[in-house]
């Protein structure tokens, strides 16, 4: 397919790919239910939140900025659905689907406001509205929690849909956003814009990148992807309280600098960010396969983390020296 | 496209300041079609505020600027692209992650449809490439590419964006003269296009081998647009500082005493092989030669900053170990690297701060430091060096170049070396700045202090160094005395390695 092809990934998410079939296959052989199809199953469900979110953030971690406020929006959008879902027996999976975006995309204008808009640093700026936003889940939740009965059934229904036996719908959307991300952050100026500024802040106004309108709609989008992936934590746990996905930001930041996405921007795609969300999900999976106490997983994450990082160091040292031997011999 | 001598611009009485500050006070300017235009001043002196203008990056408070008989608009830099007005910065404003072809276009992408239509980029950018003489490739990265390649990516952009009217702001300051000649011809070739290039430079030399017109600012104001041929290089310097600068080379006779620093067969295969010199108390040696020839490279090794493979470096007789700044300094070696503003300073530091940073032994009381001390240190120094600042602690980002490079001297005089090693010490600095800083090495080596200079300024090496070492692709090719030392002879060792006669 051309669409496809026009993706063609670059040796970074090929040589990721790799490691993450490498990875699956290593679990599979420990356990070997691993590489059934519930296996799979299981593993694009409990990788569809976090890639939804890693999706949301690469565009501004590529930006040079971060956005840290993402987990308290799903916690907030979680919450905020449920409750109308609630208090409306009548509200069906449309109504979840519209209210969560626009709950995310309320953070992520206010978001791009400050970042975009005073210029401060979007770590403090998200910092900031990561608990505020959490304030906020715990003063309007009062310590009230919805499960599986007070939801909307046709939104839960969705969130048990499997096409083939392997492919929930809730990571066949993930994979969907990931193409169309995908192709835009390389086909469109708007893309390559955010990876100008990444790259060089102070010349993309030099240049005439209209900095302002691009910064403050990443900060919109990746608000209306945690909105989005509020609703998907309802569809795969149906049931909420106020500390729903408290403190996993990070954990997606890491999975899209183990994807390749350089934390310093300019560098790094989508695709990538979602095979990082996958191959954190599988180690973990793989070493629950191996017996390892769960409380291992931090530390092994962490662990993971500094072996993306270092192998970006290397890889970039690598690539400088033959730069400088392609120079020197350019010179003789 | 404009015909040859049309006036393309003109700036009357352009005014702007910067809160209480005035930085233009009534600057004129008038460009044509089909011409080189150089921009002189002092640092300070107002030519960077004004590109700015020109850039869309500030808007002026007074006077009029007309482009053709349009009047200029104002407010951000895509307008001025749109107004067909281009500025290559002194630091290029690549993007070292992207492409080639990318950075080419950014901001303006070809687009067919709602997508960008990459074919086109690259096949237009290696066009351009071709027509600017260097065919780089366009799918290629920026990070890597040297200063002068990044250089002719910026003018491809120009091109690209259709512009009229070309700025450049230092375009030479860090070329080698090779790579000067190259972007030479294509400055000659824009003007033959019927295109305006404005530039800013420090080396008259190169200013009155190129230019037509040459307008002199100072103080925020024009003093001077001539044509070439009705001006001259005496007559420029006076009206960029104000008055006749009697010397710019203040060279004076010292004796020279015992050999401080000795190299010997010093090698390290990736950029140099069997560099072997002297440097003796009250002298000063420069090491010549193309950038990328492997000066700084040595500079650096004999400091310690970067390891050699063989050979030895002596201080005073003694063997220096090999990759430790620490110790160099111990045995009273300064370095002052090119780059001041990534190497050789705090930037966001107070002067007061970065002039002590390497004193602070002398500066203590039971370990912890006497302000006192240190406010005496750099009051000592700025009437030393006449170093211009404010408050003490004010950051050194806030000065001007000048007093940033005499900061730095400062900084290193303080520590009183045996061996002054100075780099490129006057690269973007102005004429008077220029001849203050010879001036204070000269003074230093008349106090007994050995100099190693490192400098791809001709004129400064043969107008300030006793010796003279020329180096070619990382080989020591010539040395020649003051006395035989002549820019013929330096441009051949350090373009072919023979020595001429």
């Known amino acids: 397919m051309n669409f496809l092809r026009r993706l063609k990934p670059s040796s970074r998410e090929a040589s990721l790919a790799l490691i993450l079939i490498v990875a699956v296959g290593g679990t599979g052989l420990i356990n070997p239910r691993f590489l059934t199809g519930d296996g799979t199953r299981d593993l694009f469900t409990s990788t569809s939140v976090v890639a939804l979110l890693a999706i949301g953030i690469a565009p501004i971690v590529i930006m040079r900025h971060i956005d840290l406020s993402i987990s308290s929006t799903v916690g907030l959008t979680a919450w905020v659905v449920a409750d109308f879902c609630a208090k409306n027996p009548d509200f069906t999976w449309v109504q979840c689907f519209i209210i969560g975006p626009v709950i995310g995309i309320a953070v992520g204008i206010l978001n791009g406001l400050l970042v975009a808009g005073l210029r401060l640093p979007s770590l403090v700026v998200t910092l900031g509205t990561l608990y505020i936003v959490r304030g906020v889940v715990y003063v309007v939740s009062n310590s009230v929690d919805y499960n599986a009965q007070e939801m909307p059934p046709s939104l839960l229904d969705l969130g048990q849909k499997v096409f083939f036996g392997v492919m929930p719908l809730t990571f066949l959307l993930v994979i969907i956003a990931m193409l169309l991300m995908g192709f835009f952050m390389k086909y469109t100026k708007a893309g390559r814009d955010a990876y100008a500024i990444g790259s060089n802040p102070p010349a993309a106004d030099l240049v005439g990148i209209k900095v302002f309108r691009r910064t403050f709609l990443a900060f919109v989008f990746s608000g209306f992807m945690a909105g989005l992936a509020g609703v998907f934590y309802l569809m795969r746990f149906a049931q909420v309280d106020s500390t729903a996905f408290y403190g996993q930001e990070l954990a997606v930041v890491a999975a899209v600098v183990i994807g390749g996405v350089t934390i310093m921007g300019g560098s790094g795609t989508v695709v990538g960010a979602v095979i990082g969300a996958l191959l954190v999900q599988t180690i973990q999976g793989g070493l629950a396969a191996l017996g390892v106490d769960a409380f291992w997983k931090a530390a092994v994450n962490g662990l993971l983390l500094i072996i993306a990082i270092y192998a970006d160091r290397v890889l970039a040292v690598r690539s400088e020296k033959s730069l400088l031997a392609q120079r020197i011999k350019e010179r003789v | ?501």
Do not use: C
Request: aromatic share 4%; net charge neutral; no cysteine.
């Open chain 2, 1 to 501: 496209m404009a015909n040859k001598g049309e006036l393309l611009l003109e700036m009357n009485k352009v005014a702007k300041r910067f809160g209480g500050a005035i930085a233009l006070k009534g600057t004129d300017l008038k460009i044509r079609a089909g011409e080189i235009h150089a921009l002189l001043g002092e640092n300070g002196a107002g030519k960077s505020t004004m590109l700015k203008i020109l850039a869309g990056v500030h808007d002026n408070d007074g006077g009029t600027i007309k482009l053709g008989s349009k009047d200029f608009l104002t407010g951000s830099p895509q307008q001025s692209i749109a107004q067909g007005i281009a500025v290559i910065y002194q630091e290029p404003s690549l993007f070292l992650d992207l492409s080639l072809a990318e950075n080419v276009f950014i901001g303006r992408q070809p687009k067919k449809g709602a997508v960008i239509d990459w074919k086109f980029a690259q096949t237009e950018s290696a066009r351009l490439f071709k027509e600017l003489g260097v065919e780089l490739d366009p799918k290629r990265q920026a990070r890597g590419l040297s200063i002068a390649d990044q250089q002719v990516v910026e003018i491809a952009k120009a091109l690209s964006m259709n512009a009229n009217i070309i700025l450049m702001d230092e375009p030479t300051a860090a070329l080698s003269a090779s790579e000067v000649e190259r972007l030479m011809t294509v400055m000659k070739s824009l003007k033959a296009a019927n295109k305006a290039v404005i530039f800013v430079s420090h080396r008259l030399d190169e200013v009155f081998a190129i230019s037509d017109y040459i307008t002199v600012m100072r103080d925020g104001a024009t003093v001077s647009e001539n044509p070439v041929g009705d001006t001259n290089l005496q007559k420029v310097i006076k009206d960029m500082v104000g008055r006749e600068l009697t010397d710019l080379f203040p060279k004076t006779e010292h004796k020279i005493g015992e050999v401080v620093l000795e190299v010997n067969d010093l090698t390290n295969p990736a950029y140099f092989r069997n560099i072997s010199f002297k440097v003796k108390k009250g002298e000063i040696v420069a090491l010549a030669g193309l950038v990328g020839s492997g000066r700084s490279e040595v500079a650096r090794a004999i400091f310690g900053i970067d390891k050699y493979e063989s050979g030895a470096v002596k201080v005073k007789g003694e063997i220096l170990p090999a990759g430790s700044p620490v110790l160099a300094m111990k045995r009273k070696i300064a370095f002052i690297p090119e780059d001041r503003r990534q190497q050789g300073l705090f930037m966001v530091a107070g002067v007061n701060r970065n002039i002590s940073m390497e004193s602070f032994d002398s500066l203590t009381d039971r370990g912890l430091i006497n302000f006192k001390k240190e406010k005496s240190l750099t009051d000592i120094w700025r009437d030393k060096l006449s170093i211009k600042f404010v408050n003490q602690a004010d950051p050194v980002d806030r000065l001007s170049g000048g007093n940033q490079q005499k900061t730095v001297l400062a900084k290193w005089l303080a520590t009183d070396p045996d061996l002054l090693i100075v780099d490129e010490p006057t690269r973007g600095i102005d004429v008077a700045t220029k001849a203050e800083v010879h001036r204070l090495v000269d003074k230093a080596a008349g106090e007994g202090k050995a100099v190693l200079m490192i400098s791809s300024e001709l004129p400064e090496v043969l107008g300030m160094a006793d010796r003279i070492i020329v180096m070619r692709e990382g080989r020591q090719v010539a040395e020649l005395s003051r006395a035989e030392a002549t820019q013929e002879k330096i441009i051949a060792a350090a373009t072919t390695g023979k020595k001429s006669a």
